[in-house]
């Protein structure tokens, strides 16, 4: 559901509108009101407007006391502005956080344009050649000390012992990485935090942001949202059959996605023996998202999965994926 306040309207704005004057919107702006169609502990958002477009975005909670995403979002922000160089360049400024009525709110910079999803029926190739690109730099720009991985590895030991058995993973998943560079993950870039106007790009929602994690799990969300939406809408068990056929080498789309992966693999030191263990490690991380969201909405109703925490499964049971990804290393 969309709202529009049209110019002429001498009613005041709402009261969050108000308070985030203080945090640098400027007064007396038109205003768009998305409520967005998920679950309750979606954030609305009020994209407020410097003549024809949106220069401030200020997102409120629907759930009184429910600040989490909030909190994350701010410190993933800040991660990428401290980052600095391709990451900052490509990420909204946080302008500050907010309470009202119990609500939650915050402010950041507006992002040119709209979600990349809706610009894939134009297939705008160097565009997606330009965003795949631009992973593979933040991971060069953050590499850090593979050291600083060590907690993460024992997270991912710890996932696979839980989940892993009954997809048939191997124990020892996690120890067929070799030592990598520890970059900066922004954990859920799929083409709907991807603001374009089909030149420019930014990457938005950064709630679930990692200073230190594996590189290219980025490029493979990434890879896996474009590729699944790039031939038209679909249901998600089309997008999960399309995303394999493809990381499969499959489909038309492949050699492009090979490309961008062995791309990813070079800058970083990243052998091909290790992408199956990472892209594996990827899918079973992303496939703990729904429990996540389940405990936080504390038995409210919860919106249709996606197809990226669907895909270990999947993933597994291909012969020409799973660990080995024997299609990309044959």
Known sequence: MTLILPRNDRSRPPAILQAAERVGVRPGRNWILRLGTGDVLQRAVFYVLEGQQ???????????????SFVDDAAG??????????VADHAPSHLGQFDVD??????????????????????PWQLLDEIADWIV????????SPQLLEPE???????????GGPLGVPEDVVDRVPETPSVLQHNDLGTWNIISDGRSFTAVDWEAARHSGLPLWDLFY???????????????????ERTLRVFAGESAHSPRLFR???????ALDVPNSALGALATLCWLHHGQSPARREMDLRGAAHAPLGHHPLLAPAWLGHPG????????NG
Do not use: N
């Not at 990434?222 to 999960?240: C, K, L, Q, Y």
């Not at 994926?321 to 990309?328: K, P």
């Open 54 to 68: 949106p220069a401030w975005v200020v997102k409120f909670s629907r759930v009184q006391g429910y600040d989490r």
């Open 77 to 86: 922000l800040a991660l990428a502005q401290t980052s600095g160089g391709p």
């Open 260 to 266: 961008w992966i062995r791309a990813a693999a070079t």
């Open 321 to 328: 994926l799973g660990v080995s990804w024997a299609a990309l």
């Open 153 to 163: 590895r024992a997270r991912l030991r710890a996932l696979v012992v839980e989940t």
């Open 137 to 144: 730099r933040v991971g060069r720009h953050t590499a850090r």
């Open 222 to 240: 990434f890879a896996a949202d474009v590729f699944a939406h790039i031939d038209g809408p679909a249901d998600v068990s089309t997008r999960i």
């Open 102 to 123: 119990g609500l939650t709110a915050s402010v950041e910079t507006a992002a040119v344009g709209t979600q990349l999803v809706h610009l894939l029926r134009r297939r």
